[in-house]
């Protein structure tokens, strides 16, 4: 049985080109996201990155843009080298009064090993909330102190 989304929202109040780039630049990327060697938001494009609970167990990530539709989607898949399974994220980008709503998505958890806690979707909401709420949050509020945005 396909097991929900993990789905956080936010509304940044910033354009959507301004956010696009915050999520698919890689010198911006690295200010909230993950310092990737390389990055595009072409589809086809594969790129990696490690990552994990602690400095003791960090799983390599092989990605590969699936969508990108300039200020409107990004999707990739993720996978972890060495375990079986394949999910998607995705970042919507949608106009609002208050400036662009962000709607993250992350389908497929239910296909990572269930016997690995560090793959419970727990884990990955916790994660992404955080991510959205704090460092992209962040990142985006010192590019507006910074631009006078």
Not at 132 to 147: A, G, H, S, T, V
Request: with cysteine; hydrophobic share 35%.
């Amino acid at each position: 049985m396909n097991e929900p989304a993990v789905i956080v929202s936010r509304v940044f109040p910033v354009t959507p080109d301004i956010l696009w780039r915050a999520l698919t630049e890689k010198d911006r990327m690295k200010e909230w996201y993950f310092d990737l060697a390389e990055f595009r938001a072409e589809v086809g494009f594969h790129f990696t990155f490690s990552g994990g609970p602690n400095e003791d167990r960090q799983y390599l990530h092989l990605c590969t843009v699936t969508e990108a539709v300039p200020e409107q989607l990004l999707a990739y898949s993720w996978e972890y080298d060495g375990y079986p399974g394949r999910t998607i994220v995705s970042f919507s980008l949608t106009p609002s009064d208050e400036g662009t709503l962000l709607t993250l998505s992350h389908t497929g958890l239910e296909t990572f090993p269930a016997d690995n806690p560090d793959f419970a979707r727990e884990n990955f909401s916790q994660g992404w909330n955080d991510i959205i709420n704090r460092p992209l949050k962040e990142y985006i509020e010192k590019l507006m102190n910074n631009f006078g945005i």
